[in-house]
Each structure stands twice: as C-alpha cells, then as structure tokens.
Nanobody
Framework: QVQLVESGGGLVQAGGSLRLSCAAS????????MGWFRQAPGKEYDFVAAITRSSGATYYSDSVKGRFTISRDNAKNTVYLQMNSLKPEDTAVYYC????????????????????WGQGTQVTVSS
C-alpha cells in the first residue's frame, strides 16, 4: 500500500511560481515511476509531467513544457513539481500518482497506468 500526500498549492498571480511536493509512504517509492496530473473545474484529468524511477528521463505535456519541472528525491520519498511562469489556465487541482514496479527507464502518461493517487492540491492562478 502506498499513500501519497501533496502539498504546496495555493493562490498565485499570473507569472508567479509554486512548488508542489508529493510525499510517499511505503517502501516502493524507489521502484515507482511518478507522475503529475491536473483537473480543472468541469474538465477531464490532464497529464502534466512524468518521471522515471531512476530520474533518468522526464516528460511533459506541451502546455507546460519549458515552464514546469518534475524531479524526485528518492532518499526523501518525494516528488516535486516546480511551476514557473504560471498562467490562469494552469488553475486546477493537481494530483500526484505512482506506478509501482515500473520499468527502470520508462515514464507513464495515461491515468490508467498509475496504481496510487494523492488527494490533490488546489492551484489557483489569478490574472
């Protein structure tokens, strides 16, 4: 069983930055690929970013590429999402997700590929 707890969300003006954290419990973090998704009001879940278990590779949606950075610290069982140059359209609830027993150098972009999810953290970007 893995528990994921996100933090770091909040209200920020357009152009500002936030850093989201996702702390994982359990012993499987090091063998898990991680991802971030978001859901805006009335919309479907959107993929945001993913990172392999080895941190060897990252992948971003086109809408956040160049502005967001995903990283992980396996010693702290934590994955991060650094969000810069935020836009009002980035407003959403952000969720981290874990894919356990992942292949070493593989990242995952589909919701159904992930095994565990956090409760979400709200990010609101004002114009």
């Amino acid at each position: 069983q893995v528990q994921l707890v996100e933090s770091g969300g909040g209200l920020v003006q357009a152009g500002g930055s936030l850093r989201l954290s996702c702390a994982a419990s359990g012993r499987t973090f090091g063998s898990s690929a991680m991802g971030w998704f978001r859901q805006a009001p009335g919309k479907e879940y959107d993929f945001v970013a993913a990172i392999t278990r080895s941190s060897g590779a990252t992948y971003y949606s086109d809408s956040v590429k160049g502005r967001f950075t995903i990283s992980r610290d396996n010693a702290k069982n934590t994955v991060y999402l650094q969000m810069n140059s935020l836009k009002p359209e980035d407003t959403a609830v952000y969720y981290c997700a874990a894919k356990i027993s992942a292949y070493l150098n593989t990242y995952y972009r589909r919701r159904d590929e992930y095994d565990y999810w956090g409760q979400g953290t709200q990010v609101t970007v004002s114009s």
